[in-house]
């Protein structure tokens, strides 16, 4: 049970991880202010409230990147808690 968590965990990471990016790298085509990459993971609240509205502007919908990130970490998360536990 522990190596599944594990690996899904590990998982969500990753797709965390590139969702991140990718949000900082659509942000940075639209010509956002931007911070240094190295500061990432400090403004990512404000990166994610940018990208809901800049899709929403343009598309009427909030984009997909935004469900990857909100779905990978909460899962992230819920695989730490599940993993104390067993």
Same mark, same amino acid.
């Given at each position: ?19 991140? $990016? ?15 990459? $190295? ?48």
């Amino acid at each position: 049970m522990s190596d599944i968590l594990i690996s899904t965990g590990m998982i969500s990471i990753v797709v965390f991880l590139w969702s991140t $990016i990718s949000i900082f790298s659509f942000l940075k085509n639209r010509n956002r202010k931007m911070q240094s990459f $190295i500061f990432i993971n400090l403004f990512i609240f404000r990166y994610i409230k940018d990208y809901k509205e800049i899709t929403k502007k343009e598309t009427g919908k909030v984009g997909y990147l935004y469900y990857f990130w909100l779905t990978s970490i909460n899962t992230a998360l819920l695989c730490f808690v599940l993993l104390m536990f067993f």
